[in-house]
Every structure is written in C-alpha cells, then in structure tokens.
C-alpha cells in the first residue's frame, strides 16, 4: 500500500517501529521497564487490530555501558562489541517478560549489512519474518553488534529499521524517539519553531533543516532519522518520527491523528536494483567526474577526471562532481584499465586495452542518482 497521505496511516497491515536507546536505556537503572512494558500494551492492542509490527531495538550497547560502568567512556569498536554481548540478553529478557504478560510471543533477529547485500541471505531474512508473522509472533530486530565491524555496520539504527522496512515489505516505518518530530529549526534553541506535520518529498531544503547530534545513549541524530526516512519513502514504504515519551502517541499516529512528523511516498521510488546499489552495496571507490558530466545518465570515458581506489570491474563507486556526491553506480572496468584510459575518448578503449567491454564507464541501467552535497 502506497502511502500518499497521513490519513492512509489508519489501513496500514504491517509497520516497523523502531525504538531509540534514549527512550530504552536508563543510567541508573539499565533497562527502562516501564517503557518497554509501554511498548509491549502498544504492539499487543495493534496486534489485535490485525496489524503486524516488526520492532527493531536499539539500546544492548547502552545497556552493556551500564553494567559495565563505561557510562562515559568512548568505546573502540571491540569495546562496543563486548558492551552489545552483555546488553543483548538483557534487552531480550525485558521484552520476553513484558510480551509473554500479554500472551505473546517475541523472537529476536540479528542481522548486519552484509546479510542484506547478498540476495539469497536477503530472501532467508524476508521468508523468516513472514514466517513470524503468519504465527502471530512479534520479531525483534537488532544489528549483530557482537560480530560487526566498520565495513558492515548500519551506522545506526534507524538506517537499519529503514533496510528493515524493506525486508518485511511494511506499509510503514515509525522511528519513535525523544522529541516531537522534525521542525523547521532547532526547538531547544528557537521557541517559535515549528514542527512540520507532513513531507511529500525530503528535498535538499528539508534535509537541511537536521542538526546531526543525538542523545547521550543514542547514535542516530535527526540527520540520520532523514537519511532513513529517504530510504524508506524511495522504497515505497511510508516513514513517521514520533516522540516515544508521549503515551499514546503511536496510537495517535495510527489514527490519523496530527502528531509528529509523517514522511509520504513520492515518485521518486526506486526499484530493488537501484536500492541495492544506493543502500547496501559497499563502496570500492570514487570516479570524480568533469565539468561536462553536471547531469550524467550514464558515465562516458571523456567525463571522467580521475578516479580513486582499487576497485574490480562490477563493484560500487561513487561519482563526484565539484559541487558534491551526485551518484552511485556499477563499473564496466577496473580502477586500474580506467587509469590506462584517463585523457583518452570512447574510440580509443579497444586499441588501449586490447578489449571493449562497454562504451560506458558505468551504464545508466547500473547508475543511481543521489541528493547532491
């Protein structure tokens, strides 16, 4: 179901909520159970309105902080794992507690970026969630933060319930965190700022409009809330930011009602391909473009500058422009044929190299444009 407008929210049948450590985690106590006790009466009256929720947990990092004594302390990422190992089981326990009172049943669900790269581990992770689903089991989701390293995190977690959303093929994303929604500037320091209620299109304008700076627990700023917003919305899948410390206010959404802030599809939706290139696929290096390529469709020889990394012909690069990121894309040649090729035309890449594979550096069918920075 295409969500158009915030109304279309009350004929939702699956959504993805995902839960902020700020709202999770507690300093002194470790897990906020009142919040999660809030969180299971929540799912559990959805539930009986037949819709399907997916949760994705944040908060086992902060929760290993806590039992640990690292409250201040930045962690390395071994550090960060060790953390995730202890929190994990006590998030899970919490949840198990709160959902069983309510007669149902929870399964949790590790996953990285690299699960999602790879179509088959892509598909296992969409079948078992359908599988939960049709038994009434609520999953919970969470980044496999004991095993992950730089190159395969999410980053954060709302980027992670955004790649979710498309995993279990949502009609809805809801981010619930510790403020109302998104406003036209920062409310702490700006009383007359406004919260923006809807959003057809996450322009540059919008994007703008995001500080980057998140909670004391959390990792994921407003920046990143629209960073998944955008992921979510091009995949067809309605996204929502709410405050979580405001009893009711998922319900509230639910029903239509004016509470946080609701992000609608566009048309700017992108096929499975163009989402595997734009969001999963890892980056191998970066082909800096000319003057001449300001709107590319596809990357000719003859608008390539230079080029960085060491990357095979097939892998993900970035395609930079003077004014910024402008796309990403699958290349025809390896970095190191296209170092052969750099100041020479199309005519010239079978006498250089001995072969013609493509005229093209990156065709357009393997090209995906990207909000320039």
């Known amino acids: 179901m295409m969500m158009k407008q915030r109304d279309n929210l009350k004929h939702i049948k699956r959504m993805v909520l995902k839960v902020g450590s700020s709202l999770l985690a507690d300093a002194k106590h470790g897990v906020n159970t009142a919040m ?6 929540d799912i559990k009256r959805l539930h009986d309105q037949g819709i399907q929720v997916c949760l994705v947990s944040s908060g086992a990092v902060a929760l290993g902080r806590v039992q ?3 409250l201040d302390k930045k962690l390395n990422v071994h550090e960060k794992q060790a ?3 202890i929190g994990q089981p006590l998030l899970m326990h919490a949840y198990q507690k709160a959902f069983s009172e309510l007669g149902l049943v929870v399964a949790q669900m590790l996953l990285t970026k690299d699960d ?3 179509r088959r581990r892509y598909i296992n992770a969409s079948n078992t969630s359908k599988t939960l689903f049709a038994a009434g089991v609520v999953p919970i989701v969470n980044e496999n933060d004991t095993v992950v390293v730089e190159e395969i995190k999410f980053g954060d977690n709302d980027s992670l319930g955004a790649l979710v959303s498309t995993v279990v093929e949502a009609d809805l994303m809801v981010m619930m965190t510790d403020v109302d929604g998104l406003f036209d500037a920062n409310p702490a ?3 007359e700022a406004k919260r923006l209620a809807e959003v057809a299109q996450l322009s540059t304008s919008i994007m703008d409009m995001a500080g980057d700076v998140g909670s004391s627990f959390g990792t994921g700023g407003m920046k990143s809330k629209l960073d998944a917003a955008k992921i979510a919305t091009q995949s067809g899948i309605a996204a929502a930011i709410i405050n979580g410390e405001k009893e009711g206010a998922l319900l509230q959404l639910l029903a239509g009602e004016d509470v946080g802030t609701v992000f609608t599809c566009g048309s700017d939706r992108h096929s499975w391909h163009e989402h595997w290139i734009a969001n999963l ?3 191998s290096g970066k082909l800096i473009l000319n003057r001449d390529a300001l709107d590319v469709s596809s990357v000719k020889l003859e608008q390539l500058e230079s080029l ?3 990357f095979d012909k097939g892998e993900c690069v970035e395609l ?3 004014q910024g990121l402008m796309a990403r894309g699958l290349t025809n040649y390896n970095a190191e044929d296209m170092r052969k090729l750099l100041g020479h035309g199309t005519q010239d890449i079978e006498s250089i190299l001995g072969y013609i594979d493509m005229k093209s550096m990156v065709h357009q069918d393997n090209l995906v444009m990207v909000e320039r920075g």
């Open 320 to 322: 930079w422009h003077q």
């Open 36 to 41: 999660v006790q809030r969180l299971a009466k």
């Open 116 to 118: 999602l790269r790879h």
């Open 189 to 191: 320091d700006h009383h």
């Open 308 to 310: 960085e990394g060491d």
């Open 281 to 283: 696929l890892p980056i």
């Open 68 to 70: 640990l004594g690292w």
């Open 83 to 85: 953390a995730a190992a």
